[in-house]
C-alpha cells in the first residue's frame, strides 16, 4: 500500500526583525490616524449625501424628509445609491 503524502502545513517562525518592524508599522499608521481626527472636521453633507442615495434606490425620488431637494444636482447622491 502505498503512502500518501503529508498534508501538513509549513508555518514560517517569526524572528526578531519581523517583530521589530510591528511597533514601527503600527506608530506609523496609528499616528497619522490620530492627527487627521483632530484636525478634519466633518460636515452633515456626508450623511445627507447617504440619505439622498437611500432615497433615491428605495423609490421616493430625490428627497429630504419628504421635501424636494433643490439645492444640489444628483450625481454624487445616485452614485452613492448606485
Known amino acids: 500500500m502505498s503512502k500518501l503524502p503529508s498534508l501538513r502545513l509549513a508555518v ?4 526578531w526583525s519581523d517583530l521589530a518592524v510591528f511597533p514601527l508599522v503600527l506608530a506609523l499608521s496609528i499616528l ?3 492627527w487627521f481626527g483632530s484636525n478634519w472636521t466633518t ?5 445627507r449625501y447617504l440619505l439622498l442615495g437611500w432615497n433615491l434606490i428605495s423609490g421616493e425620488g ?7 431637494y433643490t439645492l444640489r444636482a ?3 447622491p445616485g ?4
Do not use: E, M, W
Open 74 to 76: 444628483q450625481g454624487y
Open 12 to 15: 514560517p517562525t517569526l524572528r
Open 43 to 47: 460636515a452633515t453633507d456626508g450623511s
Open 62 to 68: 430625490y428627497t429630504l424628509f419628504g421635501n424636494a
Open 79 to 82: 452614485l452613492l445609491g448606485a
Open 32 to 34: 497619522p490616524l490620530l
